[in-house]
């Protein structure tokens, strides 16, 4: 068993297509073990996209990680991480596999309507930057 963290994000959420994302999870056998529906602050945004921060498309990913609120959650399931990076789809949408949540709902690699986690490592500091222990269960 694995848990991986999901952000479905400001354009998937303006879309009201939470319900149908989340149906896509627990279709596959992830459950979702926690969830929040909050807005970023700007220095959320910076820190967990941190890695990405010499990138020329830092700026504006965390302005557009700020544009809404976020549904952020811990799915959980055997392979969970790789298990949600195939549900999720290609970064860029127009490179996503037709039925993959990207392909289905997302309108550029920008407003990309979901993140997960890319790695087990990851998952476990990403899970806790948003989540105590007693909030997943
Ligand atoms: P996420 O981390 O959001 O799950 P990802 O792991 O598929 O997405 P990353 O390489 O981690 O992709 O990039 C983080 C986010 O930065 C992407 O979701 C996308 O919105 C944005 N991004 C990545 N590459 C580019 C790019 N070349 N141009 C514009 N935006 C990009
Ligand atoms: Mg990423």
């Known amino acids: 068993m694995q848990q991986t963290l999901s952000i479905i994000k400001p354009d998937a959420v303006k879309k009201g297509v939470i319900g149908k994302i989340i149906d896509r999870f627990e ?3 992830l459950r979702v073990a ?14 967990f996209y941190a890695i ?10 965390v302005d557009f990680m700020t544009s809404g609120p976020v549904v ?3 799915l959980e399931g055997e392979n969970a991480v790789a298990k949600n990076r195939e549900l999720m ?9 037709p039925g993959t949540i990207r392909a289905d709902f ?3 690699i920008d407003a990309n309507a979901v993140h997960g986690s890319d790695s087990l490592e990851n998952a476990k500091n ?10 997943i269960c």
């Open 34 to 47: 926690a969830a929040k529906k909050i807005k970023l602050s700007k220095c959320d945004a910076k820190a």
């Open 126 to 135: 990403e899970i806790a930057f948003f989540f105590s222990s007693r909030e």
């Open 52 to 61: 990405h921060s010499q990138r020329p498309f830092f700026n504006d990913l």
């Open 89 to 97: 789809g290609a970064t860029n949408p127009k490179e996503a596999t």
């Open 106 to 108: 997302a309108d550029s």
């Open 72 to 74: 952020v959650m811990v």
């Open 27 to 29: 279709s596959n056998g």
